[in-house]
């Protein structure tokens, strides 16, 4: 529930606590990049605690969930004046309606949305290929066969670098300065758009010129990051080269995740709940299933082509944003969500 209901929350609460495009597009940047952090230093925390008790990352984790509930418990609702508890007309079905109904309804009829979920729950997905192929890459199959007795495996195929598990997990800290980075270079992003606002540029009238930009520049970090692992994972190329290739997806990840989540509450507002809900439907899903099939996927066609065969799905993807930028606003005046959102304002602004 909580890895469901977390990013649907945090991001209408960002959009509830800022109206400014920019300060709510940084509030949301902080929030992507921390849930990236998680995912890369709980390798390298767990790696090495698991060798004094592999009971203690549970109790590492319960203990930092624990001070981050002290601080929930001092924030107030953002909403207020929707708050559910608070509202005698409050039904059950409009709840539905909003909770269960809408994002299934938006990602199947919005072509924005539907593109949005897909990219990100593969990128999302990717990232938790990692957990497995960096233990294939690093650690090495032969130190993991046990967990997976059901995969007929040639271990010299696979058996690279033969770290041990708190050392792999060093391997992902060039994910999280790639991660970090992104910080500065979204600030960069953002300067060149106001310069050019200053301007006047054609460009800047654009929909979507605020957010797009960094989602076009993404991709190809994450293909190069992807295929750059491919072909320098192997015993005669020193493991730095391959564990370096994290920065640019480190990078890229977290300025698309940033960009294609404020793109879709820049366009849809009061629904972005909603559309978020959707997202987060879908990078769930897949990022449970697809990295089931990496250690097969790994097994069957070797590093070098399993790690580029997501390299080239990822260059398909990543065409999406520059569709955006082409047709998104047509996209957008044809919705009917968003229709409904120009209504709300013109009865706003009477």
Same mark, same amino acid.
């Given at each position: 529930m909580e890895i469901v209901l977390r990013p649907i929350s945090l991001s209408r609460i960002c959009a509830d606590l800022y109206s400014d495009d920019m300060r709510r597009g940084r509030a949301l940047l902080w929030y992507n990049m921390a849930t990236t952090l998680g995912s890369t230093l709980g390798p390298l925390i767990s790696g090495f605690a698991v060798f004094d008790n592999w009971r203690l990352s549970y109790w590492i =984790?319960? #203990?930092?969930? #624990?001070i981050c509930f002290l601080g929930i418990r001092k924030t107030e609702e953002t909403d207020l004046p929707r708050g559910p508890h608070e509202d005698d007309t409050f039904i059950w079905q409009n709840l539905l309606t909003k909770v269960l109904i809408r994002p299934?309804?938006?990602l199947c009829r919005e072509p924005l949305v539907l593109g949005s979920c897909l990219y990100l729950? %593969?990128?999302? $997905?990717?990232l938790y290929i990692y957990l497995q192929s960096y233990s294939i890459i690093f650690q090495g199959i032969t130190n993991l066969k046990v967990l997976f *007795?059901?995969?007929d &495996? !040639?271990? $010299? +195929? @696979? !058996?690279?670098? =033969?770290?041990? *598990? =708190?050392?792999k997990g060093l391997a992902f800290i060039p994910i999280a300065v790639g991660t970090l980075s992104a910080f500065p270079v979204n600030i960069l992003i953002e300067h060149v758009y106001l310069d050019a606002c200053s301007q006047d540029l054609p460009? &800047? +009238?654009h929909h979507g010129a605020r957010r797009l930009p960094a989602a076009c520049i993404s991709g190809p970090l994450i293909v190069t990051s992807l295929f750059w692992s491919a072909w320098t994972s192997r015993p005669s190329i020193h493991w730095s080269s391959s564990v370096l290739s994290g920065v640019l997806y480190g990078l890229g990840y977290t300025l698309n995740f940033n960009a @294609? @989540?404020?793109y879709l509450v820049d366009g849809y507002a009061s629904y972005a709940s909603s559309a978020n809900a959707a997202s987060s439907l879908t990078r769930q899903i897949m990022g449970a299933a697809l990295p089931f099939a990496a250690v097969p996927m790994y097994d069957a066609l070797g590093v070098g082509w399993a790690s580029s065969l997501l390299g080239f799905v990822a260059a398909i993807m990543s065409i999406i944003? %520059? @569709?955006f930028w082409m047709y998104g606003e047509k996209l957008l005046e044809k919705s009917i969500l968003a229709q409904e959102l120009a209504r709300e304002k013109e009865r706003e602004c009477r």
């Open positions: =984790g319960l #203990g930092y969930g #624990g299934v309804r938006m729950a %593969f990128q999302y $997905s990717i *007795t059901i995969v &495996t !040639d271990m $010299s +195929k @696979l !058996d690279i670098y =033969g770290f041990n *598990t =708190g050392e460009w &800047t +009238k @294609l @989540l404020n944003p %520059f @569709l």
